[in-house]
């Protein structure tokens, strides 16, 4: 096998991977965030059941966290939001949304287990 043969065989394996990441990924915030997260899929093709991601949002922390496929390219990016108003966009490489992302889910997550907590104490109370 020539470089240029290698060269493509991982190309192609790093572009079905990333693929099979961003479902995962859809998927689990979907089922982990109902209410904040927003997938978009189209059909892989007019005749195919399949369907694949094409952009998806998360809302967190005054943020927009947003992941978006060209083709083979994923492109991600991450909004200012302020009472609906985006203030400002940023465009960040994936590991640094993916880095921004769980930091502000996690935030989100002690902010929500505090409520969650106050609650159970008020009821209990």
Same mark, same amino acid.
Not at 77 to 92: A, K, P, T, Y
């Given at each position: 096998m020539s470089g240029y043969?290698?060269?493509?065989?991982?190309?192609r394996r790093a572009?079905?991977?990333?693929?099979a990441f961003v479902?995962?990924?859809?998927? !689990?915030? =979907?089922?982990?965030?109902?209410g904040l997260v927003e997938v978009e899929r189209k059909r892989e093709g007019l005749f195919s059941g399949k369907r694949q991601v094409v952009e998806m949002r998360v809302?967190?922390?005054?943020?927009?966290y947003i992941l978006s496929r060209d083709g083979a390219r994923v492109l991600t990016r991450r909004?200012?939001?302020?009472?609906?108003?985006?203030? !400002?966009? =940023?465009d960040l490489p994936l590991?640094?949304?993916?880095?921004?992302?769980?930091?502000?889910?996690?935030?989100?997550?002690?902010q929500m287990q505090g409520v969650s907590q106050a609650l159970h104490d008020f009821l209990l109370h």
């Amino acid at each position: 096998m020539s470089g240029y043969e290698e060269s493509a065989a991982w190309l192609r394996r790093a572009q079905t991977d990333l693929q099979a990441f961003v479902e995962a990924l859809a998927d !689990r915030l =979907e089922g982990d965030m109902p209410g904040l997260v927003e997938v978009e899929r189209k059909r892989e093709g007019l005749f195919s059941g399949k369907r694949q991601v094409v952009e998806m949002r998360v809302h967190v922390d005054g943020y927009d966290y947003i992941l978006s496929r060209d083709g083979a390219r994923v492109l991600t990016r991450r909004s200012r939001v302020v009472r609906g108003v985006v203030l !400002r966009h =940023e465009d960040l490489p994936l590991q640094d949304w993916l880095q921004g992302l769980v930091q502000d889910v996690g935030k989100l997550s002690g902010q929500m287990q505090g409520v969650s907590q106050a609650l159970h104490d008020f009821l209990l109370h």
